[in-house]
């Protein structure tokens, strides 16, 4: 296994369009997490799974983002009505508990730039 | 409200000048402390976690250290290939998993 991948690497949109970003986790981890970053920022958490149970999304989500783990394995990131403040890079992680905590490994990101 | 601040912003250093990063936190409880590194347009790697005030890590010219209130990133003897962001993170004990970075530590090395 090669760790982390991320499809597409770089999209360009129009504002108003929708787009959806992939993640392949590691295979054996049951834990995946979306974070979007900005230019000089650290990730900041929008959502995680586990399994395919969506158990937490940050407060700060818009409802046009949606994300969905079917069966557990890969996960979707969509994002309706693109505005030119999402132009971001949006990076995903995945885990797996180890003793009494647990290491995130991520992938490449994709970075969105909204026109 | 769990929080990370890490100091300084930026580190500016010559090759062979150790020097400390910090990252201040304030969570309801500490499952974990993360320590990452992230090159520019790329994702972060994973270098360190601790769990509890005084355990410390070391990984080649890094050392990671944890109190109640920080932790720090002892870097000695840099190269110009230390340069990066160094990003901290934690997790709260208290309801699920859900991770906060701090804003990260641009380090340049000079050679």
């Known amino acids: 296994d090669t760790g982390v991948s991320q499809d597409p690497r770089h999209k360009i949109t129009k504002r108003g369009q929708n787009v959806t970003f992939r993640c392949d986790p590691i295979?054996?981890?049951?834990?995946l997490y979306w974070y979007r970053q900005t230019l000089g920022q650290g990730p900041e958490f929008l959502t995680y799974f586990q399994n395919e149970a969506q158990l937490e999304k940050s407060r700060l989500l818009s409802d046009r983002f949606s994300a969905e783990r079917p069966k557990g394995s890969f996960s979707t990131l969509e994002i309706q009505r693109t505005e030119q403040g999402d132009s971001a890079m949006y990076l995903c992680a995945s885990s797996s508990r180890q003793g009494v905590g647990e290491t995130q490994y991520f992938g490449p990101g994709t970075r969105l730039l909204v026109l | 409200e769990d929080q990370v601040t890490q100091s300084p912003e930026a580190l500016r250093l010559q090759e062979g000048e150790s020097s400390s990063l910090n990252c201040s936190y304030t969570?309801?409880?500490?499952?974990?402390l993360f320590w990452y590194r992230q090159d520019p347009g790329k994702g972060p790697e994973f270098l360190f976690t601790?769990?509890?005030a005084g355990e410390e890590k070391e990984k080649e010219r890094l050392k990671a250290t944890l109190t109640k209130k920080e932790s720090f990133l002892h870097i000695t003897a840099p190269k110009p290939e230390d340069s990066a962001t160094y990003l901290c993170?934690?997790?709260?004990?208290?309801?699920?998993?859900?991770?906060?970075f701090g804003a990260g530590t641009r380090l340049f090395v000079k050679a």
């Open positions: 295979s054996e981890h049951n834990r």
């Open positions: 601790l769990y509890s």
């Open positions: 993170a934690v997790q709260a004990s208290t309801g699920g998993f859900k991770t906060i």
């Open positions: 969570v309801s409880g500490l499952r974990g």
